[in-house]
Nanobody, 117 residues
Framework: QVQLVESGGGLVQPGGSLRLSCGTSGIIFRAHTMGWYRQAPGKERELVARITSGGSTNYGDPVKGRFTVSRDNAKSTAYLQMNSLKPEDTAVYYC???????????WGQGTQVTVSS
């Protein structure tokens, strides 16, 4: 059974930082690209950041220079370090695992991030 579990969300003031984690089980973690997505109320889900099995990264334009995606294959966990948070970063954040060969996808249940003073 595949499970992706996000954690680390919460309420933070503008300019603050949070670190999200995505723990996985039931997949060969090192064979998956890990992505972070977010969805704000009334908006479509958008890509935040992605890290391939080889460690290449790419970011959505709104978060470039502020967020950093990483992975620890030994712990089967992906991370999203979020700095200089803005109110417009408020959303539910989801992680997704995509198998590099089959392109099969798995999603986590999401974690709420709220940036507000």
């Amino acid at each position: 059974q595949v499970q992706l579990v996000e954690s680390g969300g919460g309420l933070v003031q503008p300019g603050g930082s949070l670190r999200l984690s995505c723990g996985t089980s039931g997949i060969i973690f090192r064979a998956h690209t890990m992505g972070w997505y977010r969805q704000a109320p009334g908006k479509e889900r958008e890509l935040v950041a992605r890290i391939t099995s080889g460690g290449s990264t790419n970011y959505g334009d709104p978060v470039k220079g502020r967020f950093t995606v990483s992975r620890d294959n030994a712990k089967s966990t992906a991370y999203l370090q979020m700095n200089s948070l803005k109110p417009e970063d408020t959303a539910v954040y989801y992680c997704k695992a995509t198998n590099d060969r089959s392109r099969g996808e798995y999603w986590g249940q999401g974690t709420q991030v709220t940036v507000s003073s």
